[in-house]
Antibody, heavy 125, light 108 residues
Framework: QVQLVESGGGVVQPGRSLRLSCAAS????????MHWVRQAPGKGLEWVAV????????YFADSVKGRFTISRDNSKNTLYLQMNSLRAEDTSVYYC??????????????????WGRGTLVTVSS | SSELTQDPAVSVALGQTVRITCQGD??????ANWYQQKPGQAPVLVIY???NRPSGIPDRFSGSRSGNTASLTITGAQAEDEADYYC???????????FGGGTKLTVL
């Protein structure tokens, strides 16, 4: 079954750390760039970070740069998000998403074709 | 600018046509993708690249672009189309992803 399953969310105090996991199945995980996207309660989607298929490139939103790291273990088909120095504004549902990149005849294009169901992170004292 | 701007809310009568727009400078170089999100659920891709629909998405959904504005059109809106819709694209660096603020579609 093709799916992504996030885990590791919970309630954490400001300034503390948390690590999220995203377990992939049903596709060749090591062939795809993977992203984290979050959604604060009642708000819109916010892109968080991306890691290349082989783990050699990573990019972060300015809002989390320097506090969050992204990694992957292709032998375990698992994506991670290490979140440090958490703030109240990091409270969100965190989704992992799989990126499909296609090199078309008129140029490359990409999209997120698979999302997990999300895991809720609440930062509160 | 790396921002994508969407109208917060749009409504449409059942069976009528509605257009949801997404505006941003990055759209001059990149096509927008569109996602549908219903309450309590993860987003679902409905349109990607110029005007492509994933398997299972009804053909009443279509996409287009003109200048720095991308549009999602629903021709003959159904009650089940009531949802939040988000556009996304890449920023000018190509390394970061940006989302629009989302449009809440109400089907009357």
């Amino acid at each position: 079954q093709v799916q992504l399953v996030e885990s590791g969310g919970g309630v954490v105090q400001p300034g503390r750390s948390l690590r999220l996991s995203c377990a992939a199945s049903g596709f060749t995980f090591s062939s795809y760039d993977m992203h984290w996207v979050r959604q604060a309660p009642g708000k819109g989607l916010e892109w968080v970070a991306v890691i290349s298929y082989d783990g050699t490139n990573e990019y972060f939103a300015d809002s989390v740069k320097g506090r969050f790291t992204i990694s992957r273990d292709n032998s375990k088909n698992t994506l991670y998000l290490q979140m440090n120095s958490l703030r109240a504004e990091d409270t969100s549902v965190y989704y992992c998403a799989k990126e499909v990149l296609v090199v078309g005849t008129t140029g490359p294009y990409w999209y997120f074709d698979l999302w997990g169901r999300g895991t809720l992170v609440t930062v509160s004292s | 600018s790396s921002e994508l701007t969407q109208d917060p809310a749009v409504s449409v009568a059942l069976g009528q046509t509605v257009r949801i727009t997404c505006q941003g400078d990055s759209l001059r170089g990149y096509y927008a993708n569109w996602y549908q999100q219903k309450p309590g659920q993860a987003p679902v891709l409905v349109i990607y690249d110029k005007n492509n629909r994933p398997s299972g998405i009804p053909d009443r959904f279509s996409g287009s672009r003109s200048g720095n504005t991308a549009s999602l059109t629903i021709t003959g809106a159904q009650a089940e189309d009531e949802a939040d819709y988000y556009c996304n694209s890449r920023d000018s660096s190509g390394n970061h992803v940006v989302f629009g603020g989302g449009t809440k579609l109400t089907v009357l």
